[in-house]
C-alpha cells in the first residue's frame, strides 16, 4: 500500500458550525506530526472566514489550507429535519476530491497526531468508520438485560434496521470521522450512489444513514479511539460484553478524536450545564466534565491565534 506522504483533511460545514471547525482544525494542526493538507468546505460565503484561514496558516507554516465553497441551493427544498443540509455536503467528496482523504465533523477535536489514522490499511475497502457506540450498547443490552425499557430500545434499533434495507445495526458506524478512499469508491461504482443527497431525505439520520447502506459491504471498522463520542461511556456498562467493554477501554481513557456528538455542545457553556439523570452515571459525568473542559483550553488556544473570539 503506497499512500501520499501528506494527510489530506476536509471538513464541510455551514456558518453555524464555523466556528467550532476553526477550533477542531486548530486541534489538527497542533498535533500533527509533519505537513498536512486541509481543505475547507463552506456551504456559505468564504470571504467571512478567510482572516481566520490565513491566521492559521500563518502559525502552521507546515499546513497548506484552502477555502473552496459548497453550493447546496439544488437541494435547498430537501426537508431539514434535526440536521441541518450542510451536512449532507460531504456526500460530493467523491465529486470534488481524489485519493485518500480523513473527513472530520467540526465538533471533532484531535487530541492526537492523526498520521496513524491516515496510514491505517483499508484492506480494499471505501471507508474506514467507528461503530456508533450508543447503538452498539443497545443492541448489547437487549441482548444481555431483561429490563423492558432494554427491550423496547433495542426493538426499536432493529427495526430502523429493517427501514434502512436490512442494514445490520451491529456494523452501523458514526460517519463524524471518516478515512475515504475516494479513488476506490469510484472504482466500485458507489461514487454517484455516495452523492444522491436527494435520497437522504427519507432517513431520520439523513447522510449517516445513507453513508451505512452505500458502504455497507465496504467499511472497515476503525478503532474506537478515533471517534469517541464523550468519551464513550456507556461502553464500560456491565451488560456489554468483557471483550467489547475492553475492546472500547481506549477511547474512554485517552482518545484520539474526541467527538462532541448530540444536542449539548461545549462552547455553549463554559462549564457543563447541571443535568439531574447524570447524578447515577458517575463516568458519564466525569469524562463529559473531563472532555468539556479540553474544549475550553483548545478554544482559548485558537482564539490567541485568530486574536478574536469565536462566540460571544
Known sequence: ???????????????????????????????????????????????????????????????????????LSVWHHLP???????????????QLHTGRVIYLDGDALARHDLTPLWQTDLQGKCIGAALAPGVRVI??????????????????????GQRLDNLDMR?????????LDLDQIHASGLADRMMDIEATAKYTSRDQDWLNMVFRDST????????????????????????????FRDSREDPAIIHYTGFEKPWQASSPPFKLHLLTKPLERRLRTRYWAEFQVERAACE??????LWP
Open 1 to 71: 500500500m503506497t499512500l501520499p506522504e501528506t494527510p489530506h483533511v476536509v471538513y464541510f460545514f455551514d456558518d453555524t458550525f464555523a466556528p467550532c471547525t476553526l477550533v477542531s482544525l486548530h486541534s489538527v494542526l497542533s498535533r500533527i506530526a509533519g505537513p498536512v493538507r486541509v481543505t475547507l468546505h463552506p456551504t456559505f460565503d468564504g470571504e467571512k472566514i478567510a482572516a481566520d484561514v490565513s491566521a492559521l496558516q500563518a502559525a502552521f507554516p507546515q499546513a497548506d489550507l484552502s477555502l473552496r465553497e459548497v453550493d
Open 80 to 94: 431539514r429535519g434535526r440536521l441541518p443540509l450542510a451536512a449532507r455536503s460531504r456526500l460530493l467528496m467523491p
Open 139 to 160: 443492541l448489547e443490552r437487549h441482548a444481555h438485560s431483561r429490563a423492558s425499557a432494554a427491550r423496547k430500545a433495542g426493538e426499536k434499533t432493529l427495526r430502523r
Open 171 to 179: 456494523q452501523y458506524f458514526n460517519s463524524g470521522v471518516m478515512l
Open 220 to 247: 472497515l471498522t476503525l478503532d474506537p479511539t478515533w471517534n469517541s463520542g464523550w468519551g464513550n461511556p456507556r461502553t464500560a456498562s456491565s451488560y456489554v460484553p468483557a471483550d467489547l467493554r475492553d475492546w
Open 304 to 309: 490567541t491565534v485568530l486574536g478574536r473570539a
